[in-house]
């Protein structure tokens, strides 16, 4: 199963190029291939997901591809540029939510009418560029997957988003694109460092792949990080680079105004991706390269770490108290989630760790979840505005429970996922910090009140006349639903079946950071 992860990643691509040798008025026949394009991928990863193996906690599925080699890169060293792909504990639960997420969207993709084709061409491409940086094992590949998903989704809200998707579009590429620019800064710095650090170390310490000292692979980046430690001098700024740039892709206070602009203005399907599965990349890479690389640079601002992820748990939320939008509401409550894995990170100890990714991926399932509801409400009513709402549990009461699930799942109603991803970085985090951690529950506290007030609003009380008629549930829209309510309730009573899977990885990262 080598090549499974660059399968993943390949088959949406292959999807993508079939669809434009099909006809435009050929709709069913370019929505089959888009929904194929999603599911393929999908049985790949939920394959590797099995096969994965628990024990260890390395990099597993290891496949590369050469793409450029420059044999005097930087002092003698030679650089060899690859398309490379492998997952481990941290990295594959999420490339199992972008498989979910994205089938999910692309079957939500079938009420698109207006220019299906280029719909499905610009869907499957970012299905690919997401398969492509959580699969990752090299920063090349990393970032240009990234760059792939950054302009798939300007396109996306461009072209098939709301009335101003022009602006939306506009300042989601002008955000993520600094963010991308940052974090190229930090990839290259990455590279040097180690490679400085590693080439007077490796007189004494045995480098199994020297002179490649000078590399932009992950895996060996992280062996180097096992032997050999870059001066806290260097990894400060590093860590700051980094944190920069995830500050911004994850669109946190005070780089958040673009993420509501996004959601309001977005289709529902591009949402669900972009909610779903786009907003934990900025996490994973915190994770993934900040924490696992540059522990020391983590130490040295822990704290800010921690009150920057508590400003947004906080902020999140009392912004989504006064929002009259549900699009935006979800957008400040998924600021406000991700804020509490900014916290648990910032813990440093291996429950918090292990609490960040499983927020991580039922954030993804409840978001999407929550997106599929609001959407189809809204297709049915014409409006996702609160004030206009109201009774919608009379004629769309299976879109309604099923909203209502989603929103209790964000709350973190005891057997769901969300609870036991608050729970547990709760745990991390009261550890390292109780007197944040204690304020940071009051985020928990006010998402109560806006969800719950919001659904008052929408699903109870008296009804518009126009909404007597409304068709509930389609068959098309059942899979979904039932999918990403089953997946929510199925971690939230079994975690056993994601924790088994992050705890290996996340207790070898926690023992190299000293957590």
């Not at 207006?114 to 061409?121: A, C, L, M, W």
């Not at 400085?196 to 045995?206: G, K, M, N």
Request: aromatic residues 12%; charged residues 10%.
């Amino acid at each position: 199963m080598a090549d499974v992860l660059f399968l993943t990643v390949l088959v949406p691509i292959i999807a993508a190029l079939l669809v434009l040798f099909i006809s435009p008025s050929a709709k069913s026949v370019i929505r089959g291939v888009g929904l194929l394009g999603a599911l393929i991928p999908l049985i790949f990863a939920l394959l590797a997901y099995i096969d994965y193996q628990t024990v260890q906690s390395g990099l597993q599925y290891p496949f590369a591809l050469t793409w450029l080699q420059v044999p005097n890169a930087w002092l003698n060293m030679p650089l060899t540029v690859q398309f490379g792909f492998a997952a481990d504990g941290i990295s594959m639960p999420l490339i199992l939510l972008v498989g979910v997420v994205s089938l999910m969207a692309a079957i939500r993709s079938f009420r698109v009418e207006n220019r299906v084709k280029s719909h499905y061409f610009w869907q499957m491409l970012l299905v690919s560029g997401l398969y492509g940086v959580f699969g990752a094992n090299d920063l090349f590949t990393l970032f240009f997957f990234l760059e792939v998903t950054l302009v798939a989704c300007y396109f996306l809200i461009g072209i098939f988003g709301n009335e101003r998707r022009h602006y939306a579009a506009t300042k989601f590429l002008i955000y993520r694109g600094v963010a991308s620019v940052v974090l190229l800064a930090g990839f290259i710095g990455l590279a040097y460092q180690y490679a400085a650090t590693a080439l007077p170390a490796s007189a004494t310490v045995y480098f199994s792949y020297a002179p490649h000292l000078f590399t932009l692979s992950i895996s060996r980046l992280l062996s180097e990080a096992t032997q050999i430690v870059v001066p806290q001098s260097i990894q400060g700024p590093l860590f700051l680079v980094f944190l920069l740039a995830v500050l911004i892709e994850e669109a946190f206070v005070p780089f958040h105004t673009w993420l509501p602009d996004t959601h309001e203005q977005s289709d529902t399907s591009t949402n669900m991706l972009i909610g779903g599965a786009l907003m934990k990349i900025g996490l994973y890479i915190l994770i993934r390269f900040a924490v696992e690389m540059l522990p020391q640079g983590l130490a040295q601002y822990q704290t800010l770490v921690g009150v920057l992820g508590v400003i947004s748990i906080l902020y999140g939320a009392f912004a989504a108290i006064a929002q009259k939008d549900w699009r935006r509401l979800i957008a400040f409550s998924s600021i406000s989630h991700m804020g509490l894995v900014l916290l648990a990170i910032a813990a440093m100890n291996e429950i918090g760790l292990q609490g960040a990714v499983f927020m991580l991926v039922s954030s993804g399932l409840l978001t999407a979840l929550m997106f599929f509801t609001v959407g189809a409400q809204a297709e049915r009513t014409k409006t996702y505005s609160l004030p206009m709402l109201g009774g919608l549990s009379k004629s769309l009461p299976v879109l309604s429970g099923v909203m209502l699930v989603a929103a209790l799942g964000l709350v973190g109603l005891p057997g769901m996922s969300g609870f036991i991803s608050e729970f547990t970085l709760f745990v991390g985090s009261f550890s390292a910090f109780p007197w944040l951690s204690a304020i940071a529950t009051l985020g928990m506290i006010f998402a109560a009140l806006y969800l719950l007030y919001a659904m008052q609003r929408t699903t109870f009380g008296p009804q518009r006349t126009e909404y007597d008629t409304l068709v509930d549930a389609r068959a098309t829209e059942w899979v979904p639903l039932v999918v990403l309510v089953a997946l929510v309730v199925w971690i939230g009573v079994y975690p056993s079946v994601l924790g088994d899977v992050v705890h290996g990885t996340v207790q070898a990262i926690a023992s190299r950071i000293g957590g």
